[in-house]
């Protein structure tokens, strides 16, 4: 079993930038950042598979970056230029293989989420 625990939300205006990390009790190969906001599908913002090349959501690629931290167990989602339309609630997850393009409770571990709020 692997806990996550994200951080970093908060609100911001249009333009404005956060930093979401995700804190993990253990070591996967596949960790991901997915959001959900009220009356939308679930969707999958980014995902990273250990070292390799991050897959993004054509809605925030350009704008956000994924990292992870292998020694520290974190995982960072970077926003920048954020909008109204980014408005969720963020949610780290992670498993031992992946999967792209399907919501977070797929994964087999999943954090408890952190709020973003975009005004505009």
């Known amino acids: 079993q692997v806990e996550l625990v994200e951080s970093g939300g908060g609100s911001v205006q249009t333009g404005g930038s956060l930093k979401l990390s995700c804190a993990a009790s253990?070591?996967?190969?596949?960790k991901g950042w997915f959001r959900q906001a009220p009356g939308k599908d679930p969707e999958a913002v980014a995902v990273?598979?250990?070292?390799?090349?991050?897959v993004y959501a054509d809605s925030v690629k350009g704008r956000f970056t994924i990292s992870r931290d292998n020694a520290k167990n974190t995982l960072y989602l970077e926003m920048n230029s954020l909008n109204p339309d980014d408005t969720a609630k963020y949610y780290c997850?992670?498993?031992?293989?992946?999967?792209?393009?399907?919501?977070?409770?797929?994964?087999?571990?999943r954090g408890q989420g952190t709020l973003v709020t975009v005004s505009s």
């Open positions: 253990g070591d996967t190969l596949c």
């Open positions: 997850a992670a498993d031992h293989w992946c999967r792209y393009g399907v919501p977070a409770y797929e994964y087999s571990f």
């Open positions: 990273i598979r250990g070292s390799g090349a991050p």
